[in-house]
């Protein structure tokens, strides 16, 4: 199984949060780690703002970062080019998206179409972008 990790989930390997326990076990079980180029960047922002906010220290903070740099390489992760930056501007509009929601769909989908015989899943803890998904992805498979 390919598992496609968005921020929210990202980061949820990093600190400890509702959900991080259940998107530990989805990786266990991936062979691929997926997501796109841009949830590096959102993910320090992420830890940087729980340490501004003093819910991580900053030993727990440079702990956090230091993981997410050794775990990165591994991870398989999509650049933005322009045509998926344009799917994604389609994709926030049918789904109701933020901008950066809608390029993670739309990584997603070029995961999921890159490797057709695999299991692809979406790891979100935004329960739109889950369901927009999951939308997404039926409307595929019902094309075939």
Do not use: C, N
């Not at 390029?103 to 803890?125: D, M, N, Q, T, Y």
């Amino acid at each position: 199984m390919i598992l496609y990790l968005d921020t929210s989930s990202l980061v949820k390997l990093y600190v400890d949060e509702p959900g991080s326990e259940d998107v530990a076990l989805l990786l266990e079980t991936a062979e691929i780690a997926a997501t796109s180029v841009l949830a590096y960047p959102e993910a320090r922002a992420a830890l940087a703002r729980r340490r501004r906010e003093r819910s991580l220290s900053p030993a727990a903070h440079r702990a956090a970062r230091g993981a997410l740099d050794a775990d990165w390489p591994r991870v398989l992760s999509l650049d933005v080019a322009e045509p998926l930056a344009r799917q994604a501007g389609d994709l926030a509009e049918r789904h109701r998206l933020r901008g950066f929601d809608a390029l993670h769909l739309a990584s997603f989908l070029a995961i999921a179409k890159e490797f057709p015989g695999e299991a692809v899943r979406f790891s979100s803890a935004d329960k739109a972008l889950e369901r927009a998904a999951r939308t997404a992805t039926a409307g595929r498979r019902r094309r075939r």
